[in-house]
């Protein structure tokens, strides 16, 4: 059957805004997460991570919130910045409580334009 | 520190032929995956090794493989390829659970 791209979700903002970014994940056995930024031509990039035992976690400019009871992940970016536009993917490991720590599943991403 | 390294950077491939696609982790790294990246799909999981074995496989037919050397490179393999196998093949090295990727090889399916 014909394939259908995916319609990934927009967010615009101005420089010097700050940006939220949502995911919902779907394995509630999950217990690690990871943001990753990928910018066109190159492969996604870490940004930050959580594990489950955690709720919140700050980094420089970003902090990712966790609610597992409704199996949610956000991603603020304070005082967004041009260079920030980019695809923004969560990704969840898929291999809770086992060794197999490649193995990541990864949301649809979210595109991210900051406007000057 | 050099990141991962992925060759080539592009290919051109027809139908029914096969490819071969080069990565070299961050040094130290050990765990080595795969991904395939498309607009219909994203990025989903091939498969992963680690002290040259497979660790854990992804749902894709027969025709994708990998292997990993004693000195943690790895490569993949497509055979007899479709025109739905154009995409973006990303690897990604991890030491514990971050994994860090490549830029990776964009292959045409003619």
């Known amino acids: 059957g014909e394939s259908v791209g995916l319609h990934l979700p927009t967010l615009s903002v101005q420089e010097g805004d700050n940006s939220i970014i949502n995911c919902a994940y779907s394995n509630s056995a999950s217990d690690y997460f990871i943001w990753y930024k990928q910018e066109s031509g190159k492969g996604p990039q870490f940004i930050i991570d959580i594990r489950s035992n955690m709720d919140k976690r700050q980094g420089q400019r970003v902090t990712v919130l966790l609610n597992k009871t409704v199996k949610h992940l956000s991603l603020q970016i304070a005082a967004t910045q041009p260079g920030d536009s980019a695809v923004y993917f969560c990704?969840?490991?898929?291999?809770?409580?086992?060794?197999?720590?490649?193995?990541?599943?990864f949301g649809q991403g979210t595109i991210l334009t900051v406007h000057p | 520190k050099a990141g991962v390294t992925q060759t080539p950077r592009y290919l051109i491939k027809t139908r029914g032929q096969q490819v071969t696609l080069s990565c070299s982790p961050i040094?130290?790294?050990?765990?080595v995956s795969w991904y395939q990246q498309t607009p219909g799909q994203g990025l989903q999981f091939l498969f992963e090794y680690f002290s040259e074995t497979q660790r854990n496989k992804g749902n894709f037919p027969g025709r994708f493989s990998g292997r990993q050397f004693s000195n943690s490179r790895s490569e993949m393999n497509v055979s007899t390829l479709e025109l739905g196998d154009s995409a973006l093949y990303l690897c990604?090295?991890?030491?514990?659970?971050?994994?860090?990727f490549g830029s990776g090889t964009q292959l045409s399916v003619l």
């Open positions: 040094s130290g790294h050990r765990s």
């Open positions: 990604a090295s991890s030491l514990g659970q971050k994994l860090f």
């Open positions: 990704a969840e490991n898929s291999d809770a409580g086992g060794t197999s720590y490649g193995k990541l599943t």
